[in-house]
């Protein structure tokens, strides 16, 4: 097309006809133009798709991590009511004087003292802010909420850490005195991911092993962590509530989102 008005020019200028020249030359400058508006629309165009196909990726994996989320703020529900429950009750308990006593103490004990944490599953959202692509996540309610979720997580884990010292000086450091797992076949731990019983303790090992039982119920620094325990525990419980009621609103504005895209 260039080389035809290339032509028509110079037929022109022969012929010394500048005014169609003019009209010529202006008319390929304009086909020029429009030319590289064309293209750079079309590459244009290109880069939008692939963002959008990326920002498509990004929502599908916070997704992913969301729902994994929501399962594991279920079951550390459960886990921090159970605590709470075996605290109320083993602090009301009488010192075991029977075997059947006894294991339903420790059982208590176990539940108490074991060390649970909940950890988001924030894989997408760590690669979109360390590979500076949060802005392609054009809604800015759901960028907004995925900080929103990092500032409540962030409290979590201040919470949990303040927790674990609590555990440490008034339940760990104390336990560091008396038997642990009295009750546990100890040939099979490490074996199996359950906690075998032993089936039989003879008169002697009872005695001393509900006794002890009695000391750890009554000692005044074990029961201050336990009443710990129930406070703290009962916040994490406030907390991961509303953990799950974020997590659910940005559920819902991601599906909406990706109905769009």
């Given at each position: ?169 008034y339940i760990y450091d104390e336990l560091a005195n008396y038997e642990w797992l009295p009750l546990i076949n100890l040939d ?74």
């Amino acid at each position: 097309m260039i080389s035809f008005f290339r032509k028509i020019r110079q037929n022109l200028l022969s012929q010394n006809r500048v005014t169609r020249y003019l009209v010529y030359a202006l008319g390929e400058i304009f086909l020029v133009v429009i030319g590289i508006l064309i293209a750079l629309q079309v590459n244009n165009w290109n880069e939008n798709r692939l963002e959008r196909q990326l920002e498509k990726k990004y929502l599908h994996g916070l997704q992913r991590d969301l729902n994994r989320d929501i399962e594991g703020l279920d079951r550390m529900t459960n886990n921090r009511k159970d605590i709470i429950n075996s605290a109320l009750k083993v602090m009301k308990m009488n010192t075991p004087s029977t075997l059947e006593e006894l294991r339903e103490v420790n059982d208590e004990f176990l539940m108490i003292h074991f060390w649970y944490e909940f950890t988001p599953n924030n894989n997408t959202f760590n690669e979109l802010t360390s590979s500076g692509n949060l802005s392609l996540i054009r809604n800015d309610t759901i960028k907004d909420l995925l900080m929103s979720m990092e500032i409540l997580n962030a409290e979590i884990v201040q919470n949990r850490n303040h927790m674990r010292r609590d555990y440490d000086h008034y339940i760990y450091d104390e336990l560091a005195n008396y038997e642990w797992l009295p009750l546990i076949n100890l040939d099979t731990l490490g074996k199996t991911n359950r906690l075998i019983p032993i089936e039989e303790v003879n008169e002697d090992r009872l005695r001393n092993l509900n006794q002890e039982a009695g000391e750890i119920m009554n000692n005044k620094v074990i029961r201050n962590g336990w009443i710990l325990a129930i406070a703290n525990n009962a916040y994490m419980l406030d907390l991961y509530k509303e953990m799950r009621k974020q997590n659910a609103r940005l559920q819902d504005l991601i599906e909406r989102e990706l109905q769009g895209l």
